[in-house]
């Protein structure tokens, strides 16, 4: 008590790092399961500090409280206009030729009827030819929402189903060289910045990937000594953009939100780069060790959300590829002997990841 009264502060910062370590110890196999930690560099509450730096913070673990997620607005006004203009357009067509009709009509009854000419073969009507379906149209419904249970155990529902892994499978993709990655971009997190150092894509595209980084950020980060990816892209017209995030997404929110977030990234990458090809990546699953002992980090908690993602592809502007079918095993999840973490390739296995995109090109 005596050591309480004469140093208050000290008490007060020794009780707040062990609950921080605490929550550090608790969280490390669970909502901060992808944090990177060494132990003979930083202490454990390092762990929750790092978290919430990526808006994870230690009470997700009991109640199930997500951070914020940004909704998308649907603006119905331009629509409605739209709608109205097109209606008065509509009625003006219609109303005009029949008064027009009605005199010609009467002027060719006061006339004297010619010889009906032999009628000759009518050239056959072309075919219109076809055109690119507004971006973005089409896209699938989900066939349920997310359960309260499922979001309070961050269970990442498949409400989506294969619909847009087969549709985006249909697609045949052609074989191409290094050379075709010149105009390409590539956004990731820690496992893109694996392919961008243990290959040489690097040499040809640009990459702006981090660790930790989630869909939820992508758009606002400053990526060290390259700025946004907004700037980059105003500064430099890409013909290709990648993309694979997602895994430090799992025990964040449910699978709508996430497919929101991501629906919206994507048409904003469009809309900055409009003529350029957009890659979604499946998301690269784990082993089966990590897969079986992880309550969020597991296998079916990322087919479900790229079973969501794949039904952004429309096979035109927007092209899903599944990377998994390269480094994963018979049982599908990621080869063993690919990883040291269970969770990311070795650098010679990223030539793997590599070679999948060089067959999957679109010309």
Not at 125 to 142: C, K, L, Y
Not at 237 to 242: N, S
Request: glycine share 8%; charged share 25%.
């Amino acid at each position: 008590m005596k050591l309480l009264k004469r140093s208050p502060l000290f008490f007060i910062i020794l009780c707040t790092g062990l609950l921080f370590t605490i929550a550090g110890i608790c969280g490390k196999n669970n909502i901060y399961g992808e944090q990177e930690y060494d132990p003979f560099k930083a202490p454990l509450l390092s762990i929750m500090f790092a978290g919430i730096n990526e808006d994870i913070y230690p009470w997700q673990m009991f109640a199930g409280i997500e951070g914020p997620v940004e909704a998308m607005a649907i603006d119905t006004t331009e629509s409605d206009a739209t709608a109205t203009d097109a209606a008065a357009e509509e009625e003006t067509k219609i109303s005009g030729p029949q008064e027009e009709g009605q005199g010609e009509e009467g002027a060719a009854a006061e006339e004297t009827p010619e010889p009906t000419p032999t009628p000759t073969p009518a050239e056959p009507t072309p075919e219109p030819t076809p055109t690119q379906a507004p971006f973005g149209e089409g896209r699938p419904e989900p066939l349920r929402e997310s359960t309260h249970e499922e979001y309070l155990n961050h269970i990442s529902a498949d409400i989506y189903g294969d619909i847009g892994i087969t549709k985006a499978a249909s697609y045949e993709f052609q074989q191409v060289d290094e050379s075709y990655f010149d105009d390409a971009l590539f956004i990731g997190d820690s496992r893109t910045v694996g392919l961008r150092d243990y290959t040489d894509l690097s040499e040809h595209a640009d990459f702006f990937c981090e660790t930790s980084l989630t869909i939820y950020k992508v758009m606002e980060e400053d990526f060290k000594n390259m700025g946004t990816i907004k700037e980059a892209l105003e500064n430099k017209d890409y013909g290709k953009i990648y993309i694979m995030v997602g895994i430090n997404e799992l025990g964040r929110g449910t699978t709508e939100d996430f497919m929101s977030k991501y629906t919206e990234v994507i048409d904003t990458l469009h809309e900055l780069e409009p003529e350029a090809k957009i890659f979604i990546q499946g998301i690269l699953r784990v082993t089966g060790d990590k897969d079986r002992s992880d309550k969020i980090f597991n296998n079916a908690n990322i087919n479900a959300r790229n079973n969501a993602i794949a039904t952004l592809a429309d096979n035109q502007q927007v092209f899903y590829i599944e990377v998994n079918e390269v480094v994963c095993d018979e049982e599908g999840n990621l080869n063993s002997n690919y990883t040291s973490d269970q969770i990311h390739l070795l650098g010679v296995y990223c030539d793997l990841w590599k070679q999948q995109l060089l067959s999957h090109g679109v010309i």
